[in-house]
């Protein structure tokens, strides 16, 4: 088997072997693959955290040994920022939020041979108990990145993008695609029974899942759609004020955090009071 790491700061991963091909995702600077396939000067991978598959341009890609691999999974820091410099001795990096540091040690990270030096915020998923709190308070470092489908980074994502991503910080593996995450989690009964941090899903009106969002205090939505929002939602789906109707049909809503107390003052928030926080939420990290 082989493996790589992403070397550069966000990397395509395409349906089929060609620039010209679909996105259907994204590598961010640091995160592993599988190799299982070679087509010219292309490689086709299996991204380590969710078991996504496409195909990634071998120059963007470094080699890694087994034992490379193994440590770089168990042993990473993530970006906290926005955008932030990895200095090499005669180079920059731009890393992107979420981007992964393989063995970083307060000051430095190493990829295969190469050290980097990097003076930016990290978290290491799982360092935390995860609670709904620290999800929004991610999320919300996202709001107004551009809608890109297959995106992963402020740059450009897309719904479950976001959602996979803002639960990395937390350590938790979500799948790529709405309609994979959907079979996570445990069911919410009622839309009015949500805590901060559940993962809202939407049909299409044929039955299909094709959005998915991250659910706020008082019944509102943060999620990707042109841009990273906040919309309210109830059981009916998500209402766009700006359109005055309602854009998706609410499907199900699942937790995957643990349960936590009711919040009165949080729980009865009024849309202005969320816009308000959501505003300040880079503030809050």
């Not at 003076?119 to 551009?146: F, H, M």
């Not at 901060?196 to 759609?225: E, Q, R, T, Y």
Request: glycine share 10%; aromatic share 10%.
């Amino acid at each position: 088997m082989e493996y790589a790491a992403c070397q550069v700061s966000i990397a395509p991963l395409r349906a089929h072997p060609s620039d010209k091909s679909e996105m259907v995702s994204q590598l961010l600077f640091g995160e592993t693959v599988e190799v299982t396939d070679h087509r010219d000067s292309w490689r086709h991978v299996v991204c380590a955290w969710d078991g996504y598959s496409g195909w990634v341009d071998a120059k963007q890609l470094k080699r890694l040994t087994p034992n490379e691999y193994d440590d770089y999974r168990e042993h990473q820091s993530i970006n906290l920022s926005l955008v932030e410099g990895l200095m090499a001795a005669d180079h920059f990096v731009p890393l992107t939020l979420g981007a992964v540091l393989p063995r970083f040690d307060g000051l430095r990270c190493q990829l295969g041979d190469q050290s980097y030096q990097f003076s930016g915020p990290v978290v290491t998923p799982g360092q935390l108990p995860p609670n709904g709190e620290w999800i929004i308070k991610v999320a919300r470092r996202y709001l107004q990145a551009p809608y890109l489908w297959g995106g992963r980074s402020p740059f450009g994502i897309d719904c479950s993008g976001l959602t996979q991503m803002v639960y990395k910080f937390a350590g938790i593996r979500l799948l790529r695609d709405a309609n994979q995450q959907v079979t996570q989690g445990r069911p919410v009964d009622f839309a009015e029974q949500c805590q901060a941090g559940d993962l809202a899903f939407f049909d299409n009106g044929k039955g299909d899942i094709s959005h998915v969002g991250i659910v706020l205090p008082g019944c509102h939505l943060l999620h990707a759609s042109g841009q990273v929002r906040i919309d309210k939602f109830d059981h009916f789906g998500i209402f766009n004020h700006e359109a005055g109707r309602y854009t998706h049909q609410l499907r199900i809503v699942k937790r995957l955090l643990p349960d936590e107390a009711p919040d009165n003052d949080k729980a009865n928030a009024t849309p202005e009071q969320t816009e308000e926080m959501a505003g300040q939420g880079a503030l809050l990290l």
